[in-house]
């Protein structure tokens, strides 16, 4: 249940166009450790299924997205 779910980081995407919030979140998680939860805050629809197929080639847990107001929170878990 993502409402439970406490990140360790969060990454504001929100207002970025793809490739922008997976490069960012690329990024980000480089200086984070394993077991630790990366929440990712967009706008872009397009995020979805680049954060899917990114945890897919990773091996990275995606832990769920939560809709908000006017923009998805995503929640992975670093390998």
């Not at 480089?30 to 897919?56: A, R, W, Y």
């Amino acid at each position: 249940m993502v409402e439970n779910i406490s990140p360790d980081e969060t990454l504001d995407c929100r207002g970025l166009s793809c490739p922008m919030p997976l490069l960012k979140t690329k990024k980000a998680i480089h200086k984070m450790k394993s077991g630790q939860i990366i929440e990712i805050l967009g706008t872009d629809p397009g995020t979805k299924n680049d954060l899917h197929g990114f945890v897919k080639k990773s091996g990275h847990e995606y832990l769920g997205e939560k809709e908000d107001e006017g923009f998805i929170r995503f929640y992975m878990k670093i390998k």
